[in-house]
């Protein structure tokens, strides 16, 4: 296309310069008119400026293709990113998850072992309570006690010690 915008200049300057008029070309085929050269002219023109506009605009495309690329490969790697923490939080509570049902097993085991402790526990109590030997025993304990502070009062010398050695 440039090559020939490069001719025709030539062409149009050697009809410049010609002085012939039209009449003597009238019989020679080659005879272009004005008016005829002018419509190519703006045709080339036209054609020319198009062209320059499809360049542009095909270089507009190439840079917006460029950075469509350049935003693909950044959502793509966002993409597999938000995937891998997708699957480390699908593993963060699947062991918490686990976790937790152990946590569960373990208090449920707790729970009940307290309340066999407590069982047994009254079970003892009921158990002293009831029986008139254990009541024997705490009476003897009391005043053996209660004879031992009588003593004591008696017998200050003895800093709290009894006959006995028994303190």
């Known amino acids: ?22 009449s003597e070309k009238v019989g020679n085929s080659d005879y272009v008119s004005v ?16 062209h320059v506009a499809a ?20 959502a793509t790697e966002k993409r597999d990113k938000i995937d891998h923490l997708g699957d480390d939080i699908f593993r963060e509570k699947k062991e ?9 097993t ?11 402790f407590s069982s047994m526990a009254n079970r003892i109590d009921e ?9 024997k025993s705490v009476m003897v304990k009391k005043k053996t006690t209660e004879a031992k502070e ?4 008696k017998n200050p010398s003895n800093n709290g010690m009894s006959k006995f050695g028994i303190g």
């Open 1 to 22: 296309m440039e090559s020939l915008l490069m001719i025709l200049p030539d062409i149009v300057e050697e009809q410049v310069e010609s002085p012939e008029s039209p």
């Open 55 to 74: 360049e542009n605009t095909m270089s507009e495309l190439h840079d917006s293709l460029k950075q469509l690329k350049m935003m693909d490969q950044d």
């Open 150 to 153: 009588m003593f004591d009062r």
């Open 96 to 104: 918490m998850t686990k976790q937790l049902e152990e946590s569960a």
């Open 106 to 116: 373990e208090s449920v085991a707790l729970r009940s072992e307290a309340e066999n």
């Open 127 to 135: 158990s002293v309570e009831m029986n008139p030997i254990s009541e």
């Open 35 to 50: 008016e005829k050269f002018q419509e190519v002219l703006a045709e080339l023109d036209r054609e020319r400026r198009a």
